[in-house]
């Protein structure tokens, strides 16, 4: 299951509770790498071993008043708000403040995950992510999971859904 592979720093010394707790719970095989706070994707990257493609973000989006979900998005891209909103079947999203987003998920902006979120809402996941080692955070600054990403999406019951587009750099 879950192995550690590097040491702790002074704010790092653990993985948040509840992501650690959910990704067990998953029975998933893991691996948690804390490497402190990064600048870049491409620090980020470096520093779990994986390349910039590899990291995944888990975005909120509001769909309506108390009506969330989390979207898994490679490094790489990013959502494609048209794409997005057809396979939603709505017309409206946004992306919360960082306070709500810690609210409904009990994470702080940079650390959110739907592994132990305190909501669980539906998790739509880009098919990029099938088939290949992913690292997504764990719920802590400069703390992620490394695991396959198909896995992850079952694990989930993630929905799998063309809703990225490639970064424009």
């Known amino acids: ?59 909120v989006v509001r769909r309506a008043d108390d009506d969330f979900l989390f979207v898994l998005v490679p490094g790489d891209r990013e959502i494609s708000w048209p794409k997005l909103r057809h396979a939603l079947g709505v017309t409206r999203l946004s992306m919360p403040d960082a306070a709500t987003a810690r609210a409904v998920t009990g994470y702080e902006r940079g650390t959110i995950t739907p592994f132990g979120s305190s909501n669980a809402w539906p998790v739509i996941a880009d098919p990029t992510v099938l088939g290949r080692t992913v690292s997504i955070g764990a719920g802590a600054h400069g703390v992620a999971a490394t695991l396959d990403g198909t896995a992850a999406i079952e694990a989930l019951g993630a929905t799998v859904a063309d809703v990225t587009e490639r970064r424009a750099d």
């Open 1 to 59: 299951m879950g192995t550690d592979t590097s040491p702790s720093a002074d704010d790092l010394d653990r993985v948040d509770a509840p992501a650690a707790a959910a990704l067990e719970a998953a029975g998933l095989d893991f691996r948690i790498t804390r490497h402190g706070r990064v600048a870049s994707l491409d620090e980020a990257a470096a520093a779990r071993g994986v390349q910039p493609g590899d990291i995944i973000k888990t975005l």
